[in-house]
């Protein structure tokens, strides 16, 4: 059977899927075989030799959809290579500094510390204005240093080779 890796996510205005697509990409250039996916749409594992799980960082907290698929789905991800990634952080900085405080981190230390992930990262996001709803720009309206696209797409790129040539050296 050909080795077979899932980049899944949750996305709720679409800047996290578009790191999923990218990261995906990577994973191809180097010859792997990748499906891309909202985690939602996922019921089998079974075709997929590792794993690339991330969420966008909405209010402060993961999407339950991808919570739900990291506490579903542990023990499959505790025995293949997994890799966690969080997009959301709007600024300049380094992404995991300015969230390290944040409860979202604490919920999912559980399932990680079961899960194993060879790596967890935090990329930073995109917020476009005309996607929110009356409440939402509101809020961000408030906090321009919150809008835009602070994506670095040169990070997310190698993050993705680096998991690429992990994969390649042990043939997955």
């Known amino acids: 059977m050909e080795s077979r890796i899932l980049v899944g996510y949750s996305s709720k205005y679409g800047a996290t899927a578009e790191i999923a697509e990218k990261i995906g990409e990577a994973l191809r250039q180097s010859g792997l075989q990748v499906d891309v996916l909202p985690v939602k749409n996922v019921k089998d594992l079974t075709p997929y030799n590792a794993f690339i799980v991330g969420s966008a960082l ?64 935090v990329f930073h996001g995109a917020l476009n204005m005309n996607k929110l709803n009356f409440l939402e720009r509101a809020i961000m309206k408030k906090m321009p240093d919150q809008q835009g696209d602070s994506r670095d797409w040169n990070m997310i790129n190698a993050w993705a080779k680096q998991i690429a040539e992990e994969l390649n050296k042990q043939g997955k």
């Not at 969080?86 to 409860?103: F, I, L, N």
């Open 58 to 121: 909405y209010m402060f907290q993961w999407r339950a959809d991808a919570m739900s698929f990291l506490k579903n789905y542990w023990k499959i991800l505790a025995e293949r290579p997994t890799w966690i990634f969080s997009s959301g952080p709007m600024g300049k900085g380094d992404p995991a500094e300015q969230v390290k405080d944040q409860s979202f981190q604490k919920k999912l230390e559980p399932v990680l510390a079961q899960i194993k992930p060879r790596g967890v990262t």
